[in-house]
């Protein structure tokens, strides 16, 4: 039970669906606050494929950074035998279905301008997936660096 609960609390209370639930209430409440990357989204496709860019590098940090988490070496190695293991386990494997999100979510975002279909809820979409993706490389990224912390403390 209490693996899924830890698996609900990295999807449903996590600060990368916080963040996706502001933008679109910003986009619900004040649209025109998205016609910046609206415009530079119609453009061309080239802003919305740098987004995709910026969001799959988020991406290869967090792959980057996740397996030296969950494979550590010297004395990190004692992370595998922590009860709470899979706890990192799940925020790691969490934030990197959120960078995928991320690279989906701007590839769709730049084909919904680029279409005509819908240029607002595109641009709402770009923001809100790079956001997403941002959000997980920093919680890696924390991670990785308190982890670091803890292990320097007690070795």
């Not at 790691?92 to 999100?101: G, K, N, S, T």
């Not at 641009?123 to 990224?141: G, K, R």
Request: with cysteine.
């Amino acid at each position: 039970m209490s693996r899924l609960t830890d698996t609900l609390r990295h999807v449903v209370i996590s600060p990368e669906l916080l963040g996706i639930l502001v933008v679109f209430s910003c986009f619900y409440f004040a649209p025109s606050a998205f016609d910046f990357p609206t415009k530079h989204l119609g453009e061309g496709i080239g802003f919305g494929l740098g987004a995709a860019g910026i969001a799959s590098g988020c991406l290869a940090f967090c792959y980057q950074e996740g397996a030296a988490i969950l494979e550590p070496s010297g004395t990190g190695r004692v992370l595998l035998d922590w009860p709470g293991y899979f706890m990192l386990k799940n925020r790691v494997i969490a934030a990197m279905c959120w960078c995928v999100f991320g690279v989906g979510g701007a590839l769709a975002a730049t084909w919904l301008v680029a279409s005509g279909v819908g240029a607002n809820i595109g641009a709402a979409l770009l923001v809100a997936s790079l956001l997403a993706s941002v959000v997980s490389l920093a919680s890696i990224a924390l991670a990785r660096l308190r982890i670091r912390e803890i292990l320097q403390a007690n070795s």
